[in-house]
């Protein structure tokens, strides 16, 4: 995400990708989980808003993943707001 915040959009989320293909959700439905929740932010963070809510829908619901006060308050989330899949996300939690 540090990448993502310092305009190494790219490099962020190759990053994240390839942290989340080694710490797989099955190995851990926490931590992994919290894995795939931090690919939706650099995703985000990045501008690729389209695999940042593919992303959170794939990991809300899980253990570990961020309820909708997150999604609504958390400036992570910023790009995503206004989006009407992204508002109806936030609304489903």
Same mark, same amino acid.
């Given at each position: /995400? $540090?990448? &993502? =915040? =310092?305009?190494? @959009?790219? !490099? $962020?989320? &190759?990053?994240?990708?390839?942290? %989340?293909?080694?710490?797989? %959700?099955?190995?851990?439905? %926490?931590?992994?989980?919290?894995? %795939? !929740? *931090? #690919? $939706?932010?650099?995703?985000? =963070? &990045? ?8 992303? #959170?829908?794939?990991? /809300?619901? +899980?253990? @570990?993943? +961020? @309820?909708? @006060?997150? #999604?609504?308050?958390?400036?992570? *989330?910023?790009? =995503? ?11 489903? +939690?």
């Amino acid at each position: /995400m $540090a990448d &993502a =915040l =310092l305009g190494n @959009g790219e !490099r $962020a989320v &190759a990053e994240a990708e390839a942290i %989340v293909r080694d710490y797989k %959700v099955e190995r851990d439905a %926490v931590e992994g989980a919290d894995m %795939v !929740r *931090w #690919l $939706a932010a650099t995703y985000a =963070l &990045a501008g690729r808003r389209e695999e940042a809510i593919a992303t #959170l829908r794939r990991v /809300m619901g +899980q253990p @570990g993943s +961020q @309820g909708s @006060g997150d #999604l609504r308050l958390n400036p992570i *989330w910023d790009g =995503l707001r206004g989006g009407p899949e992204f508002e109806a996300m936030s609304r489903e +939690q």
